[in-house]
Structure formats: C-alpha cells, structure tokens
C-alpha cells in the first residue's frame, strides 16, 4: 500500500558520538496530528533535526520516506523543497533583515507566491500587527512572538508535513488556543503534522490522532489520548 506522508523506519541516529535515536518507527500521514512527547532529551528534538537532514545527526540505520520516496540522504534545503517544514523550539537570531521582506523572499525562491497582503493576512492569523512586517527578523522579539512568526511562515508555505517543536513554549494561553487551531485546520486541509511537546493542556485542545511516547531515545508507548491521563498521574516511569 502507497503511504501518503511521512514514514520513520527504524531509525538508529548518533550525534557527536553518542547514540540519540534507536531503532525509531513512526508515520505521520496526510491530514493526521501525531503528538510526539517524551521526558527531557528523550530525543525528540534529535528527530525533528534527523528528519529536516541536519549534518550532525548521522543515520546509522534505517530510512525516512516521504510518499514512499526515500529522502534519508537528500539535503535539508531538498527536503525543504519537496515539503518538508520544521518550526523550531530556539528559532534563531538573525539581524538586519525585516520580516516583510524574509517572507517575501523565501516564499518567491520557494515558488510560492505571496503578496505583502498575504504575508500581512498570515501574519494576522497568528496575531501579529502589520507592525511586525517592518522589525528586524526575530531580533527583541519575545519568545512567544517568534513561535507566531514561525507558524506563519507554515502559513505561507504549505508544507506537507510539518513538524512543530515545542510550538506552545512561550505562548500565552489564548496563543495556545490559537495555534492549536490553526494547526488543526492545517491538519483539515490535508497537512500531516508531528507536534513535539511537554504541554498537556495544549495536548488535550489539539487532539491529536495518535500520541506516541519516547524515552532514552526509543518509542516506548504508541497510543491515544488517554496515554496522558497515565502519564499525568504517574510520570513517564508509569509507562515502563
Ligand atoms: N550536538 C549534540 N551533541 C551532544 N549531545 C547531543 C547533541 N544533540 C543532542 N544531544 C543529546 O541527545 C539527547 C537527546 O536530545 P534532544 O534534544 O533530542 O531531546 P528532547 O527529547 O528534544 O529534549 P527536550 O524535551 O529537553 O527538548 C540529549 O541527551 C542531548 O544532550
């Protein structure tokens, strides 16, 4: 059977030495929300990185597939191109550049075209003024504004899949509700989404179709929503 959107096959990845991701399974298909948690350096973050083709995260084993294709040895920029989007939990500093200009720029070499009222309309769907369109990318914004400004270029993209790490660090609660939402309505219009987060409360909004659950680098527990009520009551040593 064809797979439609993203498929992890057992993924043995090392970086800087160390083994960070073992034996790791996972699919994300077209128009599902899969939750990824797992206690601190569990190796979330090391997937995400694995998956967008970040040279410092050796593949050992296995393979990553988008529509069945395997991507493991492309580029991250190749990657990016064929749809692959990663909002990052630390999106970087970077001076001198004004955010209407960056969107415009990335969205004209992606192929995608947006005008300034676009850019400003994605900019509104994550509640950000038209006020942003001239600061300098990322520089003094508070933590919550840069995961806004991230979600807005998922906005303008259109990735296939998209993988948020740690979205909802930082955002106020009605950032939370919103986001959840629109990555939701993402998920409607057929977008798959990898959702990594310590956020219960955002979890149970976002209703995710699957929770799956790694620990020391492994998949320990793949399952519903109600994996969190466990997890909430007893810690992630309840689940081994
Ligand atoms: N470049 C690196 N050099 C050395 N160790 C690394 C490197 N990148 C990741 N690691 C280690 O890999 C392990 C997994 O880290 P990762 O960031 O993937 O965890 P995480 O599950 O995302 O954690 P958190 O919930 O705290 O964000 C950690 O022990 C981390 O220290």
């Given at each position: 059977?064809?797979?439609?959107g993203?498929?992890?096959?057992?993924?043995?990845?090392?970086?800087?030495?160390?083994?960070?991701?073992?034996?790791?399974?996972?699919?994300v298909s077209k128009g599902e929300v899969v939750?990824?948690?797992?206690?601190?350096?569990?190796?979330?973050?090391?997937?995400?990185?694995?998956?967008?083709?970040?040279?410092?995260?050796?593949?050992?084993?296995?393979?990553?597939?988008?529509?069945?294709?395997?991507?493991?040895?492309?580029?991250?920029?190749?990657?990016?191109?064929?749809?692959?989007?990663?909002?990052?939990?630390?999106?970087?500093?970077?001076?001198?550049?004004?955010?209407?200009?960056?969107?415009?720029?990335?969205?004209?070499?992606?192929?995608?075209?947006?005008?300034?009222?676009?850019?400003?309309?994605?900019?509104?769907e994550?509640?950000?003024?038209?006020?942003?369109?001239?600061?300098?990318?990322?520089?003094?914004?508070?933590?919550?504004?840069?995961?806004?400004?991230?979600?807005?270029?998922a906005l303008?993209?259109k990735p296939q899949?998209l993988?948020?790490?740690?979205?909802?660090?930082?955002?106020?609660?009605?950032?939370?509700?919103?986001l959840t939402g629109k990555t939701r309505e993402l998920a409607g219009s057929g977008v798959g989404v990898?959702y990594?987060?310590?956020?219960?409360?955002?979890?149970?909004?976002l209703r995710p179709n699957?929770?799956?659950?790694?620990?020391?680098?492994?998949?320990?527990?793949?399952?519903?929503?109600?994996?969190?009520?466990?997890?909430?009551?007893?810690?992630?040593?309840?689940?081994?």
């Open positions: 059977m064809e797979n439609t993203l498929r992890i096959e057992k993924l043995t990845v090392s970086v800087a030495s160390r083994k960070v991701l073992k034996d790791v399974s996972l699919d939750a990824l948690i797992g206690p601190n350096g569990s190796g979330k973050t090391s997937l995400a990185f694995t998956v967008m083709g970040h040279p410092n995260y050796k593949v050992e084993n296995g393979r990553i597939l988008l529509h069945g294709e395997d991507i493991t040895s492309l580029k991250p920029h190749e990657r990016a191109y064929k749809g692959i989007f990663l909002v990052f939990q630390s999106p970087p500093d970077i001076g001198g550049l004004p955010v209407g200009m960056f969107l415009q720029e990335m969205t004209t070499k992606r192929g995608i075209e947006a005008s300034i009222n676009d850019i400003n309309n994605a900019l509104l994550v509640g950000l003024s038209d006020h942003y369109l001239s600061r300098n990318l990322y520089e003094g914004f508070s933590g919550g504004e840069k995961k806004r400004l991230e979600f807005a270029q303008l993209f899949i993988i948020l790490d740690e979205l909802d660090s930082g955002l106020d609660i009605e950032g939370v509700r919103l990898l990594i987060s310590h956020n219960i409360a955002a979890l149970r909004l699957r929770v799956v659950v790694m620990m020391n680098g492994g998949v320990v527990a793949v399952d519903g929503l109600e994996i969190l009520d466990v997890i909430e009551e007893k810690g992630y040593q309840g689940l081994v």
